[in-house]
Antibody, heavy 121, light 107 residues
């Protein structure tokens, strides 16, 4: 059974950066597309970007280009998302998710438990 | 980007009711559509992929249909554990985009 376990909640100041991790277990890590999806309080789901670990090249949503860095460490089966220049609107729960095949836009079959990032001065 | 529009935004229903949620894509996506269920404080759960394929372990009271731009999720007989928010997602092209959600509430 695939499990995605994310790092803990973070409180950050505006203008700083946050790095969230997601450790995968239970299945091959490299072959499936992995993504980050966020959800602001009381709002819907928003895809931020994704990566296929075996290739290592990330594709980010245009809204976050220049601010988000998605990487994958195949040796530890861990996915990372770093978001810079944080503002209050970035306060959200951040989820990692694994697609059911190698396309980043495919349905997300497995999800992490979510990491709350709070941006406040 | 492909825009996904769900309706209604919320629905009040009773246990045993049949509930239908619709999702419309701003352009044709064939059958590349998924449905998710999300309960408060939890991650979304994949219910249906490719418009009508039930994810393993999902009860058969959930069904999906549609192709092109118009899709539906039907819960044939609402159970207490089905009160949640439901999202559609287009899985046709990048970036993947979600509908705004439909909250199914207790009547």
């Amino acid at each position: 059974q695939v499990q995605l376990v994310q790092s803990g909640a973070e409180v950050k100041k505006p203008g700083s950066s946050v790095k969230v991790s997601c450790k995968a277990s239970g299945d091959t890590f490299s072959s499936y597309a992995m993504s980050w999806v966020r959800q602001a309080p009381g709002q819907g789901l928003e895809w931020m970007g994704g990566i296929i670990p075996i290739f290592g090249t990330a594709n980010d949503a245009q809204k976050f280009q220049g601010r988000v860095t998605i990487t994958a460490d195949k040796s530890t089966n861990t996915l990372y998302m770093e978001l810079s220049s944080l503002r209050s609107e970035d306060t959200a729960v951040y989820y990692c998710a694994r697609a059911n095949n190698g396309y980043e836009y495919s349905p997300f079959e497995y999800w992490g438990q979510g990491t709350l990032v709070t941006v406040a001065s | 980007d492909i825009q996904m529009t769900q309706s209604p935004s919320s629905v009040s229903a009773s246990v045993g009711d049949r509930v239908t949620i619709t999702c419309r894509a701003s352009q044709g996506i064939a059958s590349w559509l998924a449905w998710y269920q999300q309960k408060p404080g939890k991650a979304p759960k994949l219910l249906i992929y490719a418009a009508s394929n039930l994810q393993s372990g999902v009860p058969s009271r959930f069904s999906g249909s549609g192709s092109g731009t118009d899709f539906t999720l039907t819960i044939s007989s609402l159970q207490p554990e089905d009160f949640a928010t439901y999202y559609c997602q287009q899985a046709s092209s990048s970036p993947p985009t979600f509908g705004q959600g439909t909250k199914v509430e207790i009547k």
